[in-house]
């Protein structure tokens, strides 16, 4: 699987966007982008992923450029609760059932 | 529907000995990985089970096996455990076909 770069940290104010970025500059061609966030200490929530096309759902879009070697993850309004650690991954849609997790961003929405 | 439930949720060990731990996945899910985290390593993959079958395999020692039944239902068990075993043991869940993982609460393992 690609190996993926994230900041470390983030702040977003709270009602604002949030944009979390990713590199994954060596991506194959059959390797999707994913979303995870982990909220202290809980499992990991998946959030959204994506192949080449822009994707929204109900918790967030994803914004994946031409050339698929980065990404950004929007949450269009963050609230306090958006406040966790936030996983890019990058795997093939066979691969399912194997993810390799980075260090995350940590995103912290303030009041 | 019922999510990934683990058990049990919280486990102290002693040095030397064993561990089970048990996943049921979400209903008729037929993949379950387990994951180790730990705050100096991070997220790492243990090993996949598929219709009672490991599919894949993480870089951990033989210490750490695990098996799959009829069920989906899986456990893993770790013997001869280390100081460096404490971690928050994940599963994570998906169905054939669909490549989004389910993620349990995790069972905290210390080490004493």
């Known amino acids: 699987d690609a190996k993926t770069t994230q900041p470390t940290s983030m702040d977003c104010a709270e009602g604002r966007a949030a944009n979390l970025p990713c590199n994954h500059s060596t991506i194959s061609g059959n390797e999707y982008v994913y979303w995870y966030r982990q909220i202290h200490s809980q499992g990991p929530q998946y959030i959204i992923h994506g192949l080449k096309n822009n994707e929204t759902n109900e918790m967030a879009s994803l914004i994946i450029t031409e050339d698929r070697k980065s990404s950004t993850l929007i949450l269009p309004h963050a609230t306090l609760r958006d406040t966790a650690v936030y996983y890019c991954?990058?795997?093939?849609?066979?691969?399912?059932?194997?993810?390799?997790f980075g260090d995350g961003t940590t995103l912290t929405v303030k009041p | 529907k019922a999510g990934v439930t683990q058990t049990p949720r919280y486990l102290i060990k002693t040095r030397g000995q064993q561990v089970t731990l048990s996943c049921s996945p979400i209903?008729?899910?037929?993949?379950v990985s387990w994951y180790q985290q730990t705050p100096g390593q991070g997220l790492q993959f243990l090993f996949e089970y598929f219709s009672e079958t490991q599919r894949n395999k993480g870089n951990f020692p033989g210490r750490f096996s695990g098996r799959q039944f009829s069920n989906s239902r899986s456990e893993m068990n770790v013997s001869t455990l280390e100081l460096g075993d404490s971690a928050l043991y994940l599963c994570?869940?998906?169905?054939?076909?669909?490549?989004?993982?389910?993620f349990g609460p995790g069972t905290r393992l210390t080490v004493t």
């Open positions: 991954i990058v795997r093939a849609f066979t691969n399912a059932g194997k993810s390799t």
């Open positions: 994570a869940s998906s169905r054939t076909g669909e490549n989004e993982q389910y």
């Open positions: 209903s008729g899910h037929r993949s």
